[in-house]
């Protein structure tokens, strides 16, 4: 019962709210988990549900090691799934409206200092003409030129580019674009990615069984348009070869993006569009001192630190 209610959750989400392909599977492997559990506990319809029960629910989560914030993630899907549930008539009432979602230790986004990523774009740079190499160069520019998501990154099409104002045209979380500039370093790769890499890529594409990519900015070795574990997979390669030991993911040089950003004075609404934050809020964690500043304040200012 409670999952077949599920998929007509998922529907909802999918075909009326037309949200991404990524987040409506975030929400199904989250909803799938939750009712599982209810079942394990002999719960299989919306009017057994008791308060109690999504709080036993999060915190077997807890026990079962996750952190605070994959809990709240799922714990949100949950309040999702029984708002929906009372909105189309399903049950009366939602048990999971008073449970809250639990604290979490303030973690401060990974970035780059400005040596790790000179390091990092210097191991991308073409040295044999390969196309891949111009790709790759004009990929990592392009993220630290703009703080763009990964997935942005994928889907940006040519027509989103404008080299005369060198700005690009991001497609943000719920289709929300924005403009926002990159430099002559960043122009300079993208360029010779278009001039010497992309046209080859593309002639890789087998046209028996699919048609050139005529619109994507970034291709992979098959012609198509690069998909967010390729662009992973560049990135990682490149922090080994330049030696980097601070932590890389996905979102790394967007975290540097900003925080570089900021600690060269920018303020943080100026930021928070360039990033595509809805909320002003969620860009003020990259305004925290970094240590290093700190400890330079330190030396400086206290009497007795020398």
């Not at 209810?38 to 989560?61: C, N, W």
């Not at 595509?276 to 001192?289: C, D, F, K, P």
């Amino acid at each position: 019962m409670l999952l077949k209610l599920v998929d007509r959750f998922i529907a909802h989400i999918d075909i009326e709210r037309g949200l991404s392909p990524a987040t409506v599977a975030a929400y199904r492997s989250d909803l799938e988990l939750y009712c599982n559990w209810l079942q394990r506990h002999g719960i299989d319809e919306p009017s057994a549900i008791r308060r109690d029960d999504v709080e036993s629910f999060v915190a077997d989560l807890a026990d079962d090691g996750q952190s605070s914030g994959s809990r709240s993630r799922r714990l949100a899907a949950v309040h999702m799934f029984h708002r929906f549930l009372v909105g189309e008539g399903l049950a009366a009432d939602d048990p999971s409206a008073q449970v809250r979602a639990p604290k979490s230790a303030e973690r401060l986004p990974e970035a780059l200092t400005v040596d790790e990523v000179t390091r990092l774009l210097d191991a991308v740079r073409p040295v044999s003409g390969q196309p891949v190499e111009y790709r790759d160069a004009a990929m990592l520019e392009l993220l630290y030129a703009t703080g763009a998501r990964v997935s942005e990154l994928c889907a940006l099409n040519l027509d989103d580019i404008d080299f005369d104002e060198r700005v690009v045209r991001l497609t943000g979380k719920g289709a929300k674009q924005r403009l926002v500039p990159f430099g002559q370093y960043a122009a300079a790769a993208l360029g010779e990615y278009l001039d010497h890499g992309r046209p080859s890529l593309e002639a890789n594409v087998n046209r028996k069984t699919a048609s050139p990519e005529r619109r994507a900015v970034f291709l992979n070795k098959r012609g198509r348009r690069i998909s967010r574990q390729s662009v992973w997979e560049v990135l990682s390669n490149a922090g080994q070869k330049a030696h980097l030991t601070s932590p890389l993911h996905p979102h790394t040089l967007r975290h540097t993006f900003a925080t570089h950003l900021i600690q060269g004075g920018a303020d943080v609404r100026s930021v928070q569009e360039l990033l595509g934050h809805a909320s002003v809020r969620t860009t003020q964690v990259y305004t925290h001192v970094s240590p290093e500043t700190l400890k330079e304040t330190y030396l400086l200012s206290h009497p007795r630190a020398r």
